[in-house]
């Protein structure tokens, strides 16, 4: 199956210092982009959709300018988080989805725990 | 807009027995419905999709769900769970802006 790949699986920060999580689907062009972020023993919550050469779509209440999304490539997009706080500390997890058209299947990466300290 | 909804936050079953977990979902157009599989520390793992096709869908891991509109139901299940099906599941709905909704998942213990 579709294989996407996200980096680092685990990562620390220090408050106020940015970090940047990718997302990489290995063997398909992805288009689409989405990024969720995960509290824990709950479900996805979808922060934002990612496309291609264009702006993100950001759901309503994520702050764009702290969580930046870039999609450079067909194969590549990335998520920052600006001015890491504590309560920034989640699970984030990406997903891609091969060329277009409803129903086509979306494949997950394997998640980014970040902890802010 | 689409909904789904995931009745039962917790399932325990006995090894070897049936395993049912139900999901019920709402949308203003045909659904395009999905499970996903998530073990610990992970990300999503697809188990199956219903795209308008046959009704009765077969995914992986000897689970299969079945459509049904009338209902507005795509229960999962599995004739005989296995200690390694103890995972998190979510079924979730796609929208015609593919963005896929999820329910808020239903923790799945297997008993010895």
């Known amino acids: 199956g579709a294989v996407v790949s996200q980096h680092p699986s685990w990562v620390i920060c220090k408050s106020g210092t940015s970090v940047k999580i990718e997302c990489r689907s290995l063997?398909?062009?992805?288009?689409?982009m989405f990024w969720y972020r995960q509290f824990p023993k709950q479900s996805l919550m979808l922060m934002a959709t990612?496309?291609?050469?264009?702006?993100?779509?950001?759901e309503q209440g994520v702050e764009k300018d702290k969580f930046l999304i870039n999609h450079a490539s067909l194969t590549l997009s990335t998520l920052t988080v600006t001015s890491a706080h504590p309560e920034d500390s989640s699970f984030y997890i990406c997903?891609?989805?091969?060329?277009?058209?409803?129903?086509?299947?979306?494949?997950f990466g394997e998640g980014s725990w970040l902890t802010v300290v | 807009a689409q909904s789904v909804t995931q009745l039962g936050s917790h399932v325990s079953v006995s090894e070897g027995a049936l395993v049912l977990l139900r999901c019920n979902y709402s949308?203003?157009?045909?659904?395009?419905l999905f499970w996903y599989v998530q073990y610990p520390n992970q990300g999503l793992q697809l188990l199956l999709k219903?795209?308008?096709?046959?009704?009765l869908v077969k995914g992986i891991n000897g689970f299969e769900a079945e459509f049904k509109k009338s209902e507005t139901s795509f229960h999962l299940t599995k004739p005989s769970a296995h200690m390694s099906d103890a995972a998190e599941y979510f079924c979730?709905?796609?929208?015609?802006?593919?963005?896929?909704?999820f329910g808020t998942g239903t923790r799945l213990t297997i008993i010895p």
């Open positions: 219903y795209t308008s096709a046959a009704t």
């Open positions: 997903s891609a989805l091969p060329g277009t058209g409803s129903g086509n299947t979306i494949y």
């Open positions: 979730a709905v796609m929208g015609g802006n593919e963005k896929l909704t």
């Open positions: 949308s203003s157009v045909p659904p395009y």
């Open positions: 990612s496309n291609e050469g264009s702006k993100a779509t950001y």
């Open positions: 063997d398909f062009q992805a288009t689409t």
